[in-house]
């Protein structure tokens, strides 16, 4: 918590020129306030905080395949509140990347009675932080109508400020010395987190859903696991599981059929009727 604290408030201080200039133009509607400090709460807070609790329990190469849940919640979530059409071969691919999910998290290891507790834990909180994305991005779409993606970024930066100060503070009270022990490569990794974790990624993020669909966005995701399952291995030497194998091919089929496969279904009907 103290890592995102850090990340947030200097990315905030960053932000507030060019924030203060675009409010200038369009001033913020109080009414509106609820949701944008709702998109903080969901794409910052229970996001990063569920995210950062999730990957000290769980490995890289499960966290990474289980944001490929992202882009089904969506078509779930954009069907159910932006309502957008859903074929049934989308709830087969829903259905099957959840299969694969429960794969990952551990059911077999669950029903045979040998699932680590540490780990099971840390795969339910990296759903939780999955699913706290799409709610937050869901309500992106409908302010981003209003609002620049400038002035959504900044203010979901200022709300995880302020909700990561008190766990950050407890942290800081628990252990004042950690402030020594940081090193030139965390100092290099807070910036990068900074500038371009925080900074450029939310910015484009919140900037290429105002031009597109929730669900187009969000099927970027696809990029993250590849690279993160590769440099995993080479990196801190994790191991790829059976179970991660079969989980992540019910995954990756079910993301296909949830979310790829609803343009071309939607393409192959839309011919036949002209």
Same mark, same amino acid.
Do not use: C
């Given at each position: ?12 201080? *960053?932000?507030?020129?060019?924030? +203060?200039? /675009? ?22 807070? *229970?996001? @990063? ?5 999730? =990957? &000290? ?10 944001? %490929? ?7 779930? *979530?954009?069907?159910?509140? !932006? &309502?957008? &059409? ?5 709830? $087969? ?8 999910? $429960? ?6 290891? =669950? *029903? ?7 780990? #099971? ?6 759903? !939780? ?20 993606? %400038? ?27 950690? =402030?020594?022990?940081?090193?030139? !490569?965390?100092?290099?990794? %807070?910036?990068?987190?900074? $500038? ?12 290429? +859903? ?8 969000? +099927? ?9 399952? @590769? ?18 091919? #019910? @995954? ?10 609803? /343009? ?11």
């Amino acid at each position: 918590m103290s890592l995102a604290l850090l990340r947030f408030a200097l990315a905030s201080l *960053l932000l507030a020129p060019f924030f +203060l200039s /675009e409010t200038k133009k369009v001033k913020i509607d109080k009414k509106d306030l609820p949701k944008l400090i709702a998109i903080g709460v969901f794409i910052i807070v *229970l996001n @990063i905080t569920f995210f950062f609790e999730g =990957i &000290k329990r769980t490995t890289v190469i499960d966290a990474s395949i289980l944001t %490929l849940i992202v882009p089904m919640l969506s078509v779930l *979530l954009g069907w159910w509140v !932006l &309502k957008e &059409k859903v074929y049934l071969v989308n709830l $087969l691919g829903i259905a099957l990347g959840l299969l694969g999910a $429960l794969t990952i998290i551990g059911l077999p290891q =669950i *029903l045979t009675g040998t699932i680590a507790p540490e780990k #099971l834990t840390g795969n339910i909180l990296i759903i !939780l932080a999955s699913t706290s994305w799409v709610i937050g991005a869901i309500i992106s779409k409908k302010i981003l109508k209003k609002y620049s993606s %400038l002035v959504v970024t900044a203010i979901a930066f200022l709300v995880g400020t302020v909700a990561m100060f008190i766990p950050a503070s407890t942290e800081y009270f628990q252990n004042p010395a950690w =402030i020594n022990q940081v090193t030139i !490569l965390g100092i290099l990794g %807070l910036a990068f987190m900074t $500038l371009l974790s925080s900074i450029s990624a939310y910015f484009l993020f919140e900037w290429g +859903l105002a031009k597109t669909s929730v669900t187009t966005a969000d +099927l970027f995701q696809y990029i993250e696991p590849m690279m993160a399952t @590769i440099l995993a291995v080479l990196i801190l030497g994790e191991n790829i599981s059976s179970e991660f194998l079969i989980g992540a091919g #019910l @995954i990756a089929a079910g993301a296909y059929l949830g979310t790829l496969a609803k /343009e071309a279904h939607h393409r192959y009907h839309k011919a036949h009727r002209v």
